[in-house]
């Protein structure tokens, strides 16, 4: 299946929509950003950046299904690189 691209940013937006929908589990939850990564052995190259709060990690359970649907559809577009001297 060909991957779409979506910016970090809207995938961000896709997984906080969804955080509120499981308020108050969410609610006083922090989400990381949406980082490049190196590409995984199902085809994503993007994560959601560790932050070692263990008050959010319900909320990433509650999450789970929709981070994996996310993931296995969804890459961020690769840095654009200049010429090369």
């Given at each position: 299946?060909?991957?779409?691209?979506?910016?970090?940013?809207?995938?961000?937006?896709?997984?906080?929509?969804?955080?509120?929908?499981?308020?108050?589990?969410?609610?006083?939850?922090?989400?990381?950003?949406?980082l490049l990564k190196p590409?995984?052995?199902?085809?994503?190259?993007?994560?959601?950046?560790?932050?070692?709060?263990?008050?959010?990690?319900?909320?990433?359970?509650?999450?789970?299904?929709?981070?994996?649907?996310?993931?296995?559809?969804?890459?961020?577009?690769?840095?654009?690189?200049?010429?090369k001297y």
């Open positions: 299946m060909q991957r779409e691209i979506k910016t970090a940013a809207d995938l961000r937006d896709l997984i906080l929509e969804e955080s509120r929908k499981h308020h108050p589990v969410c609610r006083d939850s922090y989400l990381g950003a949406v590409i995984d052995a199902i085809g994503c190259n993007w994560m959601i950046a560790p932050i070692g709060d263990d008050a959010s990690e319900p909320c990433f359970q509650r999450l789970q299904p929709l981070l994996t649907e996310l993931k296995s559809r969804y890459n961020i577009p690769e840095p654009q690189r200049g010429p």
